[in-house]
């Protein structure tokens, strides 16, 4: 999986589609990722010690990676991952506007 936590991404399908952002978590092993604002369920939570409150609560629930993509921190738009090698080491690059990070 080509997409990290702390990548800004962008929904390209699905009820939150055109919405951007940072991504909270990721689990390559299910190719799911929880991104912040995107795919918010409400559950219903009782208090379960004195002083807690209850009630409705808003969470982000895991999104398929591949209804994602990375938005180029250099150049701004959503675009494919590839990969260049920057003084020996790989790192991931833009394939719109060539940068590496």
Do not use: W
């Amino acid at each position: 999986m080509k997409i990290r936590k702390d990548d800004k991404v962008v929904v390209l399908s699905g009820r939150d589609k055109g919405k951007e952002g940072k991504v909270l978590s990721a689990d390559p092993k299910n190719g799911k990722l929880v991104v912040e604002g995107v795919l918010v369920a409400s559950r219903h939570q009782k208090p379960r010690k004195q002083g807690e409150e209850g009630g409705i609560i808003k969470r982000e629930t895991p999104i398929y990676a591949s209804k994602v993509m990375l938005v180029c921190p250099k150049c701004g738009k959503p675009t494919r991952v590839g990969h260049a090698f920057v003084d020996g080491k790989k790192m991931r690059a833009c394939k719109k506007c060539g940068a590496s990070f």
